[in-house]
């Protein structure tokens, strides 16, 4: 009797775990679904604020085409407007506010066709929104970006190869390109590795279980 009756407890806690991970799996499910909602809906809004078309088209409609680049050797020197960021590299970048939270810009990651507003600062519920800028700015070329493992935020960066390309654009417009040249696994308490490494653009995110940091290191291309 007494191993039956031990039988019965075991067979009640695997039920109950069992029941506990289909609990977690469902609500990681909706929390990547909601995330992607409110990214979506921020990218909405600064659309409608901007009366600009933030958003590249996807690779899949054919429609998006670039603009072609005038070769400034030619123009006047006098008619080249050259943009504030150049001549005060370490002025604060400009910020939108929708909802209470200051977004920087925009992110595209072609590889992954993924488009993500970035807010000006982080943390743990911000990050539940968009990805955010932890230090460093584009202006001074040491920009470090985190976002969560979300499938429609920071998940597909183990995805990328060397070269792949990645946009950084500012509230005033301005467009920075870069291309992926390392990638590091760092721990949580290695703030000044990720910080001050040399890199004009580091994105970063937890692996599976929160234990280390995947890193992207970026070159800004000329």
């Keep these: 009797m007494r191993g039956k009756k031990c039988g019965s407890i075991f067979m009640a806690i695997g039920l109950l775990f069992l029941v506990a991970a289909l609990i977690l799996t469902l609500y990681n499910v909706w929390d990547e679904s909601r995330a992607d909602a409110a990214a979506q809906k921020v990218l909405e809004q600064l659309r409608e604020d901007t009366k600009e ?6 690779k899949e409609s054919g429609e998006y085409e670039e603009e072609p680049t005038q070769d400034l050797e030619l123009q006047n020197p006098e008619e080249v407007e050259i943009p504030n960021y150049i001549l005060n590299p370490n002025m604060s970048m400009p910020t939108k506010e929708i909802d209470g939270n200051s977004y920087i810009g925009t992110l595209y990651i072609e590889a992954l066709d993924l488009f993500l507003p970035i807010m000006s600062d982080w943390s743990y519920e911000k990050l539940r929104i968009a990805p955010c800028r932890y230090s460093g700015s584009a202006y001074t070329k ?9 499938r429609k935020h920071f998940s597909g960066l183990k995805a990328l190869a060397i070269g792949d390309r990645i946009t950084f654009t500012d509230m005033d417009g301005n467009t920075f390109v870069y291309e992926v040249g390392d990638v590091e696994i760092l721990q949580p308490t290695a703030v000044e590795e990720m910080t001050d490494s040399g890199w004009d653009l ?20 000329p």
Aim: glycine share 8%; hydrophobic share 30%.
């Design 53 to 58: 078309e933030w958003q590249p088209e996807s």
């Design 142 to 150: 040491n920009l470090v970006l985190a976002g969560h493992n979300y």
């Design 202 to 221: 580091s994105l970063f995110t937890c692996t599976y279980g929160g234990q280390t940091r995947f890193t992207l290191r970026c070159r800004q291309v």
